[in-house]
Structures are given as C-alpha cells and as structure tokens.
C-alpha cells in the first residue's frame, strides 16, 4: 500500500500542505527505527577483554533504556533492560550490552523474543558461566487501543546457565536491581 493511500485510508488528504512530505518522513524513521536489521548483535561483542580474568562475579548493566515495535500492531514497545553475566575469563565494555539491547529492539519485535534473543547472544559470544536478562516494558498497544489500560508493565526474564541453576544468584540479582519492582 502506498503511503498516500494509507493517510486517505486514515480519513485525510495526503495531497494537503502538512501531510504531502510524510511518506518521506515516515520513511526516513522506518529507517531509523528498523536499523537493527543492519547489525549483526553478535559482531558487538567480539571485542572482549581479559585483563579481568580473575573477576568472576556478577557484572550488571541495569535500566537499558529501549524503544522497539510491536510486530503485531507496529506500535511502540518502550521500556529497561536488565542484562547480567558471570564471567568465564573474558568481560565486554560496557557500552556494548546497551548496543546489544538497541540491535535487538530496533527491530519489530515481541519482548519475549527480545529478550532470549538478548541473552542466547550474550551466552554464545561471551561464553559465560551465566546469564540473566530481564526486560520491563509498556507496550502502547495495549494503552492506546483495546483494553486502553495505561501504566501497565510486562516483565519477561532469561536465566541460562549459573543464573538458571541458582536460586541465590538470581535473588541476589533481582535484588541488585530493584527487588520488589515488579520482577
């Protein structure tokens, strides 16, 4: 469907003064908001470091702020991830959990999917000894059409490895960011 035939689907002129650039401007975010297709999420993690090879605890990267897109609705999914490994000898800049967590949600996505997806990659770059995500998110589907409930949050979380077999771990970092917040 043509962009134009979308505007006069959604009941306006696509001819009118403020509308006749938006296919272009629609466009041009598309680009934006999609460019996750572009990044390979685990070609983000190959620069490792191993100068802290004998740090073997917890690392934690928490309140990753996200936008990704309902791949049902194309609406926005807007929320924080939580990402946390155990170390096997080798850690990653910091910087490079955050661009993981943005490769992922700038693609039409279900959080679910999104966060496995986040921390399978994690788990098979890295090779930790351990993995948690935990993703908290509004999904404007929800509170803007449908059912219309606003401040509701959806919380989906990963555990592999340590954090999958260790109730301790996970509390401790559950209580590492926030405890009682919903997750």
């Given amino acids: ?25 629609v466009a041009r975010a598309y680009g934006e908001w999609f460019s996750g297709y572009a990044v390979d999420p685990g070609e ?12 073997d605890d917890t690392v934690l990267l928490r309140d990753i702020p996200f936008v990704s897109t309902c791949e049902h609705h194309l609406a926005p999914i807007m929320g924080k ?11 990653v800049g910091i910087s490079k959990l955050s661009r993981l967590v943005d490769a992922f949600a ?6 679910e999917r ?14 930790p000894k ?14 803007t059409r449908g059912v219309n409930q606003h401040g509701v949050s959806m919380v989906t979380k990963c555990w592999l490895g340590e954090f999958r077999d260790n109730p301790e771990l996970r509390r401790e970092l559950l209580e590492s960011i926030g405890g009682n917040r919903g997750c």
């Fill in 1 to 25: 469907m043509k962009a134009e035939n979308a505007i006069a689907a959604a009941g306006d002129d696509p001819y009118r003064e403020g509308l006749r650039d938006t296919p272009a401007r």
């Fill in 44 to 55: 983000l993690l190959h620069r490792v470091f191993t100068d802290a090879e004998d740090y």
């Fill in 81 to 91: 991830a939580h990402v946390a490994y155990r170390p096997a000898g080798r850690v």
């Fill in 106 to 111: 700038r693609r039409l996505q279900l959080q």
């Fill in 114 to 127: 999104l966060t496995g997806q986040i921390a399978r990659t994690l788990e098979e770059t890295l090779q």
């Fill in 130 to 143: 351990g993995v948690a995500v935990i993703v908290e998110a509004s999904h404007a589907c929800m509170s």
